[in-house]
């Protein structure tokens, strides 16, 4: 037994019925995502580090695991050959603050944390607690990092200090609270009743962007409406009648024949129909170019809709994100 950095750490030979008998660690990522693949590597390839696991010691005695959870799950269920023992590595831990550090630093540490996996982890501690069950895969599976990360590392924390991004797993907890209710409506339309819709990350940031910014219109048709016109982008289609949505009265009324509705359609079925390669850049693309560039259109034309707006061509869209973020009158849920 040795002391360091006031951590107590034990190591011992554990029988593998004992360690698969453990619990994982409460912000443990997604084990059933890699337990198939896990298994097939430690058939095809055994090693004697397959033996090294890490434990967290709570001061009630009670063991979880922090590092091998995915090869506990492969043995308990004869995906792989079990071994008689592992070699455990026993930290001692004062709380779950504690606890997740230590999954978070040792995961670093053997280069298997991705940023993905550290916002699996800020999903479960989050959703936790809570009645809701995340079904798209999108969501489920934290394949929006982008998407959550641009749309609050511009916002501020409750003593005016910007959050910025971390890349851990805490950093993500604080995004997913701010932004829980926003996912979970659009886990839903992503779902679309076992019908998953495909999305990209751009898009799911310019959806938590505008739910939020019109959530004060939940349980009216004004919010009813914008979660229509969301189905409808994210089905890539056109809206199912020509209408316009006025906010002042929180109703549609059919478009008029007016000369100024002349060549204008509604803002969404705009965006489906508009070829986006035409301005040189990809809606979909990643870097930190195309991001905010992309939400510029976006988020325009997603104002455009609530506002009951007709379109048919892109206006200036310069710095619509950057000014959407500096007017939020919303922080960081901490």
């Known amino acids: 037994m040795e002391n360091y950095s006031n951590v107590k750490v034990t190591h011992k030979q554990m029988p593998t019925n004992q360690f698969i008998s453990l619990p994982e660690v409460f912000c443990q990522r997604d084990t059933e995502l890699r337990v198939t693949a896990a298994a097939k590597r430690l058939k095809q390839n055994l090693q004697p580090t397959h033996l090294d696991v890490k434990l967290a010691r709570y001061p009630d005695g009670k063991l979880v695991v922090i590092d091998g959870n995915t090869r506990r799950l492969a043995w308990?269920?004869?995906?792989?050959?079990?071994?008689?023992?592992?070699?455990?590595?026993?930290?001692?831990?004062?709380?779950?603050?504690?606890?997740?550090?230590?999954?978070?630093?040792?995961?670093?540490?053997?280069?298997?944390?991705?940023?993905?996996?550290?916002?699996?982890?800020?999903?479960?501690?989050?959703?936790?607690?809570?009645?809701?069950?995340?079904?798209?895969?999108?969501?489920?599976?934290?394949?929006?990092?982008?998407?959550?990360?641009?749309?609050?590392?511009?916002?501020?924390?409750?003593?005016?200090?910007?959050?910025?991004?971390?890349?851990?797993?805490?950093?993500?907890?604080?995004?997913l609270r701010t932004y829980q209710f926003e996912i979970d409506e659009i886990d839903k339309l992503i779902w679309n009743d076992g019908e998953e819709l495909k999305t990209h990350q751009n898009q799911i940031t310019a959806m938590l962007l505008i739910l939020k910014k019109y959530h004060h219109l939940y349980h009216t048709q004004g919010y009813e409406t914008l979660l229509e016109g969301l189905k409808h982008w994210l089905r890539c289609d056109r809206l199912p009648m020509d209408r316009v949505f006025h906010k002042k009265?929180?109703?549609?009324?059919?478009?008029?024949?007016?000369?100024?509705?002349?060549?204008?359609?509604?803002?969404?079925?705009?965006?489906?129909?508009y070829d986006w390669r035409s301005l040189g850049f990809d809606v979909k693309g990643a870097s930190g170019t195309d991001i905010p560039y992309t939400l510029d259109k976006y988020l325009y034309c997603l104002d455009n809709f609530m506002k009951g707006k007709y379109m048919a061509k892109l206006s200036d869209t310069s710095y619509v994100y950057k000014n959407w973020m500096r007017n939020v009158d919303y922080k960081i849920a901490e």
Request: overall charge positive.
């Open 249 to 273: 009265n929180q109703r549609y009324t059919v478009k008029g024949t007016h000369s100024k509705y002349r060549n204008q359609v509604d803002p969404i079925t705009f965006m489906n129909n």
């Open 76 to 175: 308990e269920r004869n995906l792989a050959p079990k071994p008689n023992e592992v070699h455990a590595t026993i930290y001692d831990v004062i709380d779950d603050n504690q606890a997740k550090d230590l999954y978070e630093t040792l995961d670093s540490q053997l280069a298997v944390e991705r940023s993905a996996n550290r916002l699996q982890s800020a999903i479960k501690i989050v959703w936790k607690d809570t009645p809701t069950v995340l079904k798209s895969s999108t969501i489920k599976n934290g394949n929006f990092l982008n998407g959550i990360k641009y749309a609050s590392k511009d916002l501020f924390l409750n003593d005016g200090k910007l959050l910025g991004w971390k890349g851990n797993i805490d950093t993500a907890v604080l995004a």
